[in-house]
């Protein structure tokens, strides 16, 4: 994918820069754009498949520049300091939000979803999937039901897995290996170390990321990264205000 980020900070572009070209070698970097109009006649007049736009830029914001875009519009990874515009970035079609400081994992996982979206899937003659979590225990497999587990914690090399009924397993797999097990519709990664099932989302309490409450009273911290993609799901959004009497 021929990717671009527009940024009108000369340093979050090369921090974008670098992440994406040690992290992502399959994409086509185009560079990047700290004027988001000349972005704009670029976009235009070539081919861009991905572009990593900020929100706030003098002339042109995020968002005036995406309603220019002539169809098909590329796809789109909001990145920004300000997390208070990420419902109006999801509405907007945004494949994902990411707050800065970007964190490595967070764009690798952005770019990947963008890529499952965008790109046909392979045609097999075959295939079928269980809806189970296949782990091993001790006298073979164990599958379990994807509705069966509520969150999943990291604990280092290994992950914790909290079930419905309330047992836990400890399976010698990091989380990240865990998650790209489960189905991305049906969970969500709230922080580094938590990864829970949105079904069993209960309620959100406030704060400077927040805690989700689940199902059986599990109680899971939010990190303030992800805090915008949380309250997106909720179909609410975040103003500095409100954030401030949450901390």
């Known amino acids: 994918m021929r990717t671009l980020v527009i940024d009108d900070e000369l340093q979050s572009c090369e921090v974008s820069l670098h992440l994406l070209k040690t992290n992502c070698p399959d994409l086509e970097i185009l560079g990047y754009e700290c004027k988001p109009e000349l972005a704009l006649k670029l976009i235009k007049s070539e ?22 875009l002539p169809e098909p519009k590329p796809a789109v990874i909001f990145t920004t300091a300000y997390d208070q515009f990420a419902l109006d970035a999801f509405s907007v079609g945004a494949h994902d939000y990411l707050l800065k400081p970007i964190i490595e994992e967070d764009l690798i996982r952005a770019v990947n979803r963008v890529k499952e979206r965008v790109q046909p899937p392979v045609e097999t003659e075959l295939s079928f999937q269980l809806d189970k979590l296949a782990i091993g225990s001790i006298d073979g497999i164990e599958l379990i039901d994807y509705e069966d587990i509520l969150h999943c914690q990291s604990e280092s090399n290994y992950t914790r897995i909290f079930k419905a009924d309330g047992s836990v397993n400890l399976v010698s797999k990091t989380l990240k290996e865990v998650e790209s097990k489960l189905p991305s519709g049906q969970f969500l990664r709230v922080h580094n170390s938590h990864l829970v099932q949105i079904r069993s989302i209960t309620k959100y309490i406030k704060g400077s990321g927040g805690i989700l409450m689940l199902k059986g009273g599990h109680e899971v911290p939010v990190s303030r990264q992800k805090k915008p993609e949380v309250l997106a799901l909720f179909g609410q959004s975040q103003d500095p205000k409100s954030e401030q009497e949450g901390t």
Request: without cysteine; glycine residues 10%.
């Open 47 to 68: 081919q861009v498949d991905l572009i990593l736009l900020d929100v706030e830029m003098p002339g042109l914001n995020g968002f005036e520049l995406l309603e220019k």
